[in-house]
């Protein structure tokens, strides 16, 4: 029997995915039917994105799974009208193209590359950046993410320090957790790359007290979300030189307000949330194998655990 | 009895160096004299700078070897004044900085971030890069600094092909030579870096021949020696835009003149010949360890070969 699976994205992503989700759906020896509207009660599974049209799934009676497009969940975790098992999109093309991110930015601010690109013709004062073994990096977080962009940096010489709430062991890197930990791999990053979901005890994690932690003139890039920094707590260490730059590429409001300070400010890169892309061909696969599992009775990968928030 | 040996490099250098070669010959247990300053006829060794104060080595009698601190040879391999052995710098420091050199533009190439540094405020204009994958990079140079640049980039994920004159094989990259390899290494190339040696034979490599082989769009790199590149041609390919940008760190003329065109060209980045900078406490070890063999009869390392130029 068909197996009716609602596309429920921006109408912009249904060019991006019809094809790879058809594909990865043959592959998987799926017989769907996948569209843009169907009668909610004749829905099997909804790919979903929290951007898109749906926000009550009561009418989805029969739905046997809510299928998370983004990696994040925090806006859709809380929608009560979801009673069917939810996952989250962990998509092996994100998370290289995330680790691919990082690398290049904290690459730009230990080159010092921006110098490079905006030097006045003529300028030929020469500056030699230390080495990467001698620029450490602290990435807090240590889900997928993190562990990728450690080991891709870890690949290039920086010494990596890994921060997560609870204990973890990541070959190569220096694990740290828990409160004593966090100041730990705070005091010792000269960058520090946010990867932590948002949750509330990860809110505001970089505050006036943390970043007073980092050593004078670190830099902050945080491709993970907007609520992990206190913005004004940021900025004003960014203004005081204590924080030399921040590249951010999530924020509390997005798009970015035309007026706030980060658009203007001299020590700010403002990416437009562009680090962690989900990739149609990667996350189709996910998507199938999931219906997949879901058919033959078998656990689901990447459930969200509510109570936990990711 | 006491060594002595001629620091004949910048007298900016000497500050650099001074700390550094003195651990390094103790290291060694060598005893040593090292001055700016010796008279010719009791040197015994000569640390060279090629852009320093000695041309004429004729009255170097006694001198037993002589040090480029340099990589690059070219401008003292045809001095004929230079009748002892001369070697070259192979300095793992400087290996290594070259290679997070290209690493770093090459992810600021592949990432496009140039676009987020210049972002104008508001500008909340998203566009995904492909995977690193799918962005192949050509590296002309399979000699110690291309091989690093390709394991550096093998490692984020770069499809790499190296091409050297003379076949040679290097795990992990495809390798090409000769005439017809470099027409296909050009060919595929997204972002082609050039780590040739300037020999006769390399010399304009680049030109508007070989510059027209690259796929439309592509990006050229070089921190190499900038006689490998035809400057004119380059110029054209980028007004054209077969070439939609250069950065460039070694030119025929340095520091680049104010009124070269490669300063105002939009397409083009222009960094100060800092992509290969020998590091003092690396180098200084390999210079101990010259003097070590010298001194017990054992083969210097990295002797030029007058000949091939290198």
């Known amino acids: 029997m068909t197996i009716n699976v609602l596309f429920a994205a921006r109408p912009e ?17 799926l017989d769907v039917t996948l569209a843009q509207e169907i009668a909610p009660g004749e829905v099997d599974y909804i790919v979903y994105a929290p951007n898109g049209p749906v926000q009550d799934f009561t009418p989805f009676t029969r739905a046997k799974a809510v299928m998370n497009l983004w990696a994040g969940v925090e806006t859709v975790v809380g929608n009560e009208t979801i009673t069917q098992p939810l996952t989250r999109m962990v998509d092996e093309g994100l998370t290289k193209g995330m680790a691919e991110w990082v690398t290049g930015h904290v690459m730009r601010h230990h080159l010092g590359t921006d110098l490079d690109v905006l030097r006045a013709p003529g300028d030929w004062g020469q500056r030699t950046p230390p080495l990467a073994k001698d620029r450490p990096v602290t990435i807090l977080g240590l889900g997928q993410l993190g562990q990728a962009a450690a080991r891709m940096l870890t690949g290039i010489g920086f010494p990596v320090t890994g921060w997560s709430r609870t204990p973890k062991e990541v070959e190569g890197i220096r694990c740290l957790s828990g409160e004593e930990g966090l100041r730990e791999a705070l005091a010792s990053a000269l960058i520090v790359v946010l990867l932590l979901p948002d949750t509330p005890e990860t809110r505001n994690i970089l505050n006036a007290d943390t970043l007073a932690l980092l050593p004078e003139g670190a830099v902050v890039i945080n491709p993970g979300r907007g609520p992990l920094i206190d913005d004004d707590a940021l900025l004003a260490a960014l203004d005081l030189g204590q924080i030399s730059h921040a590249t951010l590429d999530v924020f509390r409001e997005e798009p970015l307000p035309e007026d706030h300070p980060y658009w203007a400010h001299p020590r700010v890169t403002v990416t437009p949330h562009i680090a962690a892309e989900t990739r149609p061909e990667t996350a189709a696969r996910v998507i199938a194998e999931n219906i997949r599992r879901s058919e033959a009775g078998e656990p689901l990968l990447y459930l969200v655990d509510r109570d936990r928030g990711y």
């Open 13 to 29: 992503r249904w060019d991006m995915y019809r094809g790879p989700l058809s594909d990865a759906f043959a592959e998987a020896g």
